[in-house]
């Protein structure tokens, strides 16, 4: 059962990587992370960026269906080319600071990536 579960674990890890686990950022900065997917199976699922700590609580902030939180409107965007999306943040906030995840929306359980941002008071 151990294999299994470990061969699970590889296979979903594989379907959805990002170029960027960790962000630092300072206050007014920007960042972009670019996620790659397997295209045969996700093409057409939704694609999102969720806000918190568990990735089974976690807040979608913006989505490709076009969704984007009031708050983040002018600050961020999410878009999609054939096998990658791209996250983009902008005017950041040390309130922006905090644990997201890329993720793909999937039946039963979404596929993924925890993505750790901090925003900083400091020169850009």
């Known amino acids: 059962m151990r294999v299994l579960y470990l061969v699970l674990l590889c296979q979903v890890s594989a379907e ?60 961020a965007q999410i878009t999609e080319t054939y096998r990658i999306f791209h996250i983009l943040m902008t005017g950041l906030k040390v309130g922006d600071s905090g644990v997201y995840w890329a993720a793909i929306d999937k039946m039963y359980a979404d596929i993924m990536f925890k993505i750790h941002v901090e925003v900083k008071e400091g020169k850009n």
């Open 16 to 75: 959805l990587q990002c170029d960027k686990s960790i962000i630092s950022a300072t206050v007014g900065g920007r960042f972009n992370v670019a996620c790659t997917y397997n295209t045969n199976h996700f093409r057409f699922s939704k694609k999102y960026w969720c806000l918190g700590e568990s990735r089974s609580s976690c807040v979608i902030v913006m989505d490709t269906d076009g969704f984007t939180k009031a708050e983040l409107k002018s600050r």
